[in-house]
């Protein structure tokens, strides 16, 4: 079932989010997403496409200091409705009087924008993780901030991705990655996208992996790379993945050239992922299939289920 959600994942742009109590939804400058986990995903990738807007994605209990609560609306964002940070950052905005809006699938979020007068997106009720449901969320989350210019645009990426050609790119990829752990970089550009990357591989492959972005990462990071005969053991299990987009900055290809360079001059390895597609929400969700196809590959390579998340689940009970 898993490997059939993945395919069909460009689908997800072509599902049309309804607002229930739309009345009570008004058009706001500044945004506050609340999320967990896979739940603010999108609302990072909102947040690198629309550099210019006021967005914050929030990942903790309670809410950050809002500046103009009158002009900002708080989006609870919980695939299951029952994250408790997110439930606990949607009480502290009600209880501030602060325009809120949620998107979940039920639980407890459901009941408290029933409760309150709330608008709300219900999303598919579909048994799987929320990291598989970006394109939902995302349209979701553009449709509550009223951005009507990318929402049109993320309706043609269920024509133009392609998770054929993904998942060929991916199965490639995971081959190379077997036994290996993941540092994938990127430029600051796509910094949310590495990040997801990161989580891919966290979550269904079930093995570390680490993200960092350029050129931040050659001030500091790339230090730890400086292979000397007794740490030599210690960096012959990284494998390092290139987001590369042709239109980044020339100076950040530059630097991407160069780092490529010294690593495998210290016989680390690396692989350069070229991003496709016809715009950077594209390139962004092309990618991203193929990093779900990847870590797919990976996890039954490892022998782990690529869906279900055991560790965060018993954490949850010995919180509880």
């Known amino acids: 079932m898993l490997k059939d959600i993945l395919r069909n994942f460009p689908k997800q742009f072509s599902w049309e989010p309804k607002v ?14 609340c999320g967990m986990g896979g739940s603010h995903l999108s609302a990072d990738i909102i947040d690198m ?10 990942r903790d209990y309670g809410l950050p ?24 950052a949607l009480n502290t905005a009600i209880k501030n009087k602060i325009q809120c809006a949620v998107v979940t699938k039920g639980g407890k979020l459901i009941e408290i924008a029933q409760k309150n007068n ?33 929402l049109n645009q ?8 392609d998770p054929k050609k993904a998942e060929e790119r991916g199965v490639e990829l995971a081959k190379k990655l077997q036994d290996k752990i993941p540092v994938i970089y990127s430029s600051a550009k796509y910094g949310a996208a590495s990040y997801i990357w990161k989580i891919k591989f966290n979550e269904t492959s079930k093995i570390p992996a680490f ?25 012959e299990k990284f494998h390092f993945v ?14 991407m050239e160069v780092m490529r360079n010294l690593l495998e001059k210290q016989e680390l390895k690396v692989e350069v992922l070229t991003l496709e597609g016809e715009s950077q929400m594209h390139k962004i969700f092309d990618s991203l299939m193929v990093a779900d196809f990847a870590s797919y590959n990976l996890a039954e390579f490892y022998c782990n289920d690529p869906e279900q998340v055991p560790a965060v689940e018993e954490f949850k009970k010995l919180i509880a």
């Open 20 to 33: 229930v109590n739309e009345k009570f939804l008004h058009s706001k400058e500044s945004f506050v997403v």
């Open 49 to 58: 496409l629309l550099p210019e807007a006021d967005i914050s994605v929030h």
């Open 65 to 88: 200091h809002i500046t103009n609560p009158d002009k900002t609306m708080v989006i609870a964002s919980s695939y299951s409705g029952n994250t408790e940070e997110t439930i606990d």
């Open 118 to 150: 709330l608008p709300y997106i219900k999303l598919p009720d579909i048994e799987s993780q929320p990291r598989f449901f970006l394109g939902y969320n995302f349209v979701s989350i553009l449709k509550l901030m009223g951005k009507n210019s990318l």
């Open 154 to 161: 993320a309706g043609i990426l269920a024509e133009k991705l």
């Open 211 to 235: 993200c960092n972005e350029f050129p931040e990462l050659n001030h500091n990071e790339m230090n730890g790379f400086d292979t000397k005969e007794k740490t030599i053991p210690l960096m």
């Open 242 to 255: 290139f987001l590369k987009d042709a239109d980044d900055d020339p100076r950040i290809i530059k630097r």
